[in-house]
């Protein structure tokens, strides 16, 4: 056989992953000094990456696989088997798709309680061919692998250093390769090594160059990338995005354009997926009661279950919104056009009809699946100025429809009142940015009446379709917060004392509880302090099958449905509706049906990681906006007591930040659990949570968002601590007194 390069890759692909260079020279009849240039063709088409040399010295085609490889498990496809791609890629091209199956098939086998792996997980997996499909047979499962992480690329006088983005972070990095042309503060992904320099700064590998560390929108940027979201739309999917259309009317679809409906949203909202009108009920036997509306945008109608769309909208689990930007869960053509109920436009939608009694109770619902026409789109201002009697142009043209909405309102607000969900107003604010991207201010969103009709609407909207379902028994996503845990609300009682407020353990928690200790906390100017107090205390709302109802909101059937454009259980919802109620041939199909509690899951962990990385995001944005206010002071108050020091969140702006035990001044502090206080181990001096503080800014970070504070306030006079056992904590990392810890001499 003459040697060549087509002839190498034959053998190669013959037995991929099983012959080395001497099994090659056999295969092909090659001897003497041929050899030797066969050993050269075999080094030029690895560095070439026409090759794969592993570690036993085996050779396999670049765009092939290994005998044996990482698979990390990313979805589920149509079929509910589990999909992964390979955790490390030499081929071109994106990372091929591979079919995960534990021994014995993809699926549980009679008696198999539980899969080794789902989705997120890592294994070892043997790899199969079958016609078209790579097949990866599950070996082993791992652990979390390596991970990524984020940091700044600086060029010091001792060469190049990363700089973690991590808050928690000490410790630098020597990355092993720097890419050429790359410049200083640059943004990178990289992962940590174990080697340590002679200077003890542990190596790094330069996964991927992310931008300028420079850059204003660099915030968002890091948030995104530190928190896994998943990043725009392969093409596939923008393809199968552009081809739809508006569906028409037919015998699943009903001609709702007559229908006054109007949408109001936040100024800044770009898409549009709600929209409600009401009227009086005209029917004798429900006197005084009112007929509600709340149609939503048909998104199932356009994301079909094991369609591209579908994979990535469940894939990103929801919207993320960013001071600067949103992260999509649909690519544009949906969210901000087919999708967006825009004002004298048609849409296809999925509408409930409510009916409530004069005691705002709701006495029945029917769903349809339609086409809608909205008659005029309005902000909360706009909404709010014509409810107060002063209405704009926009809103004087629907001023009728307005007045029927508010009074529809004011009714199903009796039985709001009589529910009494839990009532914490936290203040929400917003950053708004300059059109590059600059911080010019920091302001609170204004809560307005206008807001919580909307609200209301939307909450009874949801109840509709919790029940619609649960009359038929089908199973399906709901929205599920179970009541706090005993040893949350020990802690909220072991403290309250101190602020002058009580709550008993021995009363059962109830929402109406909750609330009047909020009443009572804004009566002594506590209401932010008690109400993060409350917030905490409180479970974690999560997606599941199981119906165990909403504590909050004190409602026993709750699911998602008027948000189908930025949730993916919202479109869970719509598809079961659709099928329950026979609205259509796209409902909920088998294969969803088996996996809502792998959805479930799934959803709640990207409902998780995007209120972090929103969160994060606007730390650092607030941080950048107070960069150049170093050594300024500011109100504020304690909003966390640790043995380590002192949360605070500023006044104006909302700015976290911490101020270090050690800094408190010359005296001892001691950290007390019970009371959320530092008290000084000599004087008696406390700082405590809730307490009112002025604070001086000496650092700040708007890569990280971290900002340390000096205190400017004097403790609060107290009794001396006694000295228990285990009594005496503190932070800043030197102990003394059992524990406590001194503050930094000034």
């Not at 080794?116 to 790579?134: E, F, H, Q, T």
């Not at 990095?173 to 174990?194: A, D, F, H, I, M």
């Not at 709702?256 to 549009?272: C, G, H, Q, S």
């Not at 704009?392 to 009494?420: F, H, P």
Request: net charge positive; charged share 30%.
């Amino acid at each position: 056989m003459t040697l060549s390069r087509d002839s190498i890759l034959a053998a190669v692909r013959e037995k991929p992953d099983r012959l080395t260079n001497k099994d090659l020279a056999r295969a092909l009849g090659v001897k003497g000094d041929d050899r030797r240039e066969l050993r050269a063709m075999l080094k030029d088409m690895v560095e070439s990456e026409t090759l794969v040399i592993s570690s036993r010295k085996t050779y396999r085609e670049t765009s092939d696989f290994p005998s044996v490889m990482v698979i990390k498990v990313t979805g589920l496809d149509e079929h509910g088997e589990m999909i992964g791609e390979p955790e490390t890629w030499k081929g071109t091209g994106t990372r091929p798709q591979v079919v995960v199956r534990e021994e014995g098939g993809s699926k549980k086998s009679k008696g198999h309680k539980s899969a080794s792996v789902g989705v997120g997980s890592r294994a070892l997996c043997r790899i199969k061919r079958k016609d078209d499909l790579v097949i990866g047979v599950v070996l082993k499962r791992l652990g979390s692998g390596p991970q990524q992480s984020l940091g700044i690329l600086i060029q010091t006088a001792r060469g190049w250093s990363i700089q973690p983005i991590d808050k928690k972070a000490r410790d630098s990095y020597r990355p092993n390769k720097v890419p050429e042309g790359t410049e200083n503060n640059t943004l990178v992904s990289y992962q940590r090594g174990r080697k340590q320099d002679r200077g003890g700064s542990r190596n790094a590998t330069i996964i991927e160059i992310l931008g300028s560390a420079s850059d204003p929108k660099a915030a968002s940027m890091i948030s995104l990338q530190e928190h896994n979201i998943p990043l725009g739309f392969d093409d596939d999917v923008i393809k199968e995005a552009k081809a739809l259309k508006l569906p028409k009317l037919d015998k699943y679809r009903e001609d709702l354009r007559k229908l006054p409906l109007i949408t109001i949203d936040p100024v800044d909202a770009k898409d549009f997926d709600d929209a409600i009108f009401a009227q009086r009920d005209e029917d004798n036997r429900n006197k005084g009661g009112w007929i509600v509306w709340v149609a939503i945008a048909d998104v199932a109608a356009f994301v079909t279950p094991g369609s591209a769309l579908d994979k990535a909208a469940r894939e990103k689990g929801n919207s993320v919104y960013l001071p600067d930007r949103v992260e999509p869960m649909l690519p544009h053509e949906l969210s901000s056009d087919l999708c967006s109920l825009r004002p004298h436009e048609d849409r296809a939608c999925m509408a409930v009809m409510m009916r409530f009694r004069a005691d705002g109770s709701k006495l029945s619902h029917k769903f349809h699946r339609g086409l809608m026409r909205s008659h005029a789109r309005l902000t909360y201002n706009q909404a709010q100025e014509a409810f107060e009697g002063n209405p704009g142009a926009t809103a004087e043209t629907v001023i009728d429809i307005l007045k029927d909405i508010w009074d529809a309102y004011q009714c199903m607000s009796k039985a709001r009142e009589q529910r009494a969900p839990l009532a914490i107003n936290m203040p929400e604010r917003r950053v708004n940015l300059t059109e590059t991207g600059e911080v010019k201010s920091i302001t609170v969103r204004p809560s307005l009446p206008a807001n919580k009709l909307i609200e209301e609407y939307m909450v009874m909207a949801n109840v509709a379709a919790a029940e619609a379902l649960g009359s038929k028994g089908v199973t399906t996503i709901v929205r599920v917060h179970e009541p706090p845990k005993h040893e949350k609300l020990q802690g909220l009682s072991d403290f309250l004392p101190a602020m002058g407020l009580k709550w008993s353990l021995g009363e059962k928690a109830s929402t109406k509880r909750f609330n009047k200790l909020l009443a009572a906390a804004e009566e002594k100017d506590l209401s932010e302090a008690i109400g993060m107090s409350v917030l905490r205390s409180q479970s974690q709302a999560v997606y599941s099958p199981d119906g165990k109802g909403h504590f909050g909101l004190n409602l026993t059937d709750y699911a998602h449905f008027t948000s189908p454009i930025r949730r993916y259980a919202d479109l869970v919802v719509h598809r079961a509706l659709i099928k329950a109620f026979r609205l259509g041939e796209d409902g909920t199909s088998d294969s969803e049906n088996v996996r809502l509690k792998e959805i479930a899951e799934h959803i709640s962990d990207t409902e998780r990681r995007a209120m972090a990385a929103e969160r994060d995001a606007k730390d650092r944005y607030i941080a950048a906006y107070l960069e150049d206010k170093i050594g300024a002071e500011f109100p504020a108050r304690i909003n966390g007591v640790t043995k380590f020091g002192l949360f605070i969140t500023l006044d104006e702006t909302g700015a976290d930040g911490l101020i270090t035990a050690r800094s408190l001044g010359d005296e001892y502090f001691v950290f007390d659990e019970k009371k959320k206080s530092l008290i000084g181990a000599d004087s008696g001096g406390t700082y405590r949570f809730g307490q009112k503080v002025n604070a001086r800014l000496i650092e700040c970070s708007p890569i990280t968002g971290g900002m340390i504070f000096d205190m400017l306030t004097k403790p609060e006079k107290g009794p001396k601590p006694k000295r228990n056992k285990g009594n005496y904590q503190g932070g800043g990392g030197r102990s003394h007194r059992k524990g406590g810890y001194k503050g930094r001499r000034k």
